[in-house]
């Protein structure tokens, strides 16, 4: 079975600093793919990024880009110049693609990072 | 841009009382997921359905029954609903049970007192 680790439950940053909210997987499968979602204080799960296992570059879009350290087992999400809209919880999350058979049971999620920007 | 709605947003049961929570997505998924979130706990994963016609057990399915009634809409009963189940409830999609990426409904807020 695949766990997310996600250990930093708040986070208080200066608007436009850049954040680093720290994700640790554990899997045995060699075929997963780890994605970062956003639920702002509406509620919605907005998707963020996504890094296949096998991706040898580290996938960036827009201001959010995933540090990648397959060996370490840790997906980091970097925001670059933070804004007064980031703050919002951040959920890092896996899923394991099965070569054949059954497929992925959805996907596994950490207990989140509530990031705070402030002004 | 409908995406997958859900019905009811908020909701109030006493202990006890039944009820089903409503999904529908019209993004042609095949693969549709019922997860429950609760403070600290990150969100859990109650049932999926990977395609039409197969229901399988998350981490937490006790208390709970699903339907895959067609390739659009996934319900999820609560029978007799207990305290321990107030929580808020997503239901998701993806194109199917391989590729990951999941599209969330707005969510369900459940109370149960």
């Known amino acids: 079975a695949q766990k997310i680790t996600q250990t930093q439950p708040g986070m208080f940053v200066q608007e436009k600093e850049a954040v680093t909210l720290d994700c640790t997987y554990d899997?045995?499968?060699?075929?997963?793919?780890l994605f970062w979602y956003k639920q702002p204080s509406s509620g919605e799960m907005i998707f963020l990024i996504y890094?296949?296992?096998?991706?040898?570059q580290n996938a960036t879009e827009g201001r959010y880009s995933l540090n990648f350290q397959k060996a370490r087992k840790s997906a980091n999400l970097v925001i670059s110049a933070s804004q007064l809209g980031d703050s919002a919880m951040y959920f890092c999350?896996?899923?394991?693609?099965?070569?054949?058979?059954?497929?992925?049971?959805?996907?596994?999620f950490g207990k989140g990072t509530h990031l705070i920007i402030q002004p | 841009n409908a995406g997958v709605t859900q019905t009811p947003k908020f909701q109030v049961l006493k202990t006890g009382q039944s009820m089903t929570l409503q999904c529908a997505q019209d993004?042609?998924?095949?693969?549709m997921y019922w997860y429950r979130q609760d403070p600290g706990m990150g969100l859990r994963l109650i049932y999926y359905?990977?395609?039409?016609?197969?229901?399988d057990k998350g981490e937490v399915p006790n208390g709970y029954n699903v339907s895959r009634l067609n390739k659009r809409e996934f319900s999820l009963r609560l029978e007799s609903a207990a305290p321990s189940q107030t929580s808020v409830y997503f239901c998701?999609?993806?194109?199917?049970?391989?590729?990951?990426?999941?599209?969330f409904g707005e969510g369900s807020r459940l109370t149960v007192l």
């Open positions: 998701a999609s993806s194109v199917s049970a391989n590729t990951g990426e999941l599209f």
């Open positions: 899997t045995s499968d060699p075929s997963y793919g």
């Open positions: 890094q296949g296992s096998y991706d040898q």
């Open positions: 999350a896996m899923s394991v693609f099965m070569y054949s058979g059954g497929g992925a049971d959805g996907l596994t």
């Open positions: 993004m042609n998924h095949n693969s």
């Open positions: 359905s990977a395609s039409e016609g197969t229901t």
